[in-house]
Nanobody, 128 residues
């Protein structure tokens, strides 16, 4: 059984930075596609930053240029560096792992239910 544990969330003022980490265990991390998702109450969870097994990255337009996803396969850890944070970035942030490519954008049609592993989430709050 695999596990993902996020850390690094918190509160920050607009324009500030935060870094998130996601520690993986119980599965062959380097063989999995990884991603960061976020969700606000009443809205669908959405994929915002993805990284494949070779390190290629993709971002949703809302975070492109401000967020950076990276992975350390030696440490079985996924990272998300968030800069120039805005109040609209306030959400609970989750990491996910899947044996097939993840998808950016809303988790429509239950697609995210198929992903192999999810973390428990970490709250990020940005005040204006």
């Amino acid at each position: 059984q695999g596990y993902l544990v996020e850390s690094g969330g918190g509160s920050v003022q607009a324009g500030g930075s935060l870094g998130l980490s996601c520690a993986a265990s119980g599965f062959m991390y380097r063989l999995y596609f990884m991603g960061w998702f976020r969700q606000v109450p009443g809205k669908e969870r959405e994929g915002i930053a993805l990284i494949d097994r070779d390190g290629a990255t993709s971002y949703t337009d809302s975070v492109k240029g401000r967020f950076t996803i990276s992975r350390d396969n030696a440490k079985n850890t996924l990272y998300l560096q968030m800069n120039s944070l805005q109040p609209e970035d306030t959400a609970k942030y989750y990491c996910a792992a899947h044996v097939l490519p993840l998808k950016l954008g809303p988790c429509s049609g239950g697609v995210c239910n198929e992903y192999n592993y999810w973390g428990q989430g970490t709250q990020v709050t940005v005040s204006s």
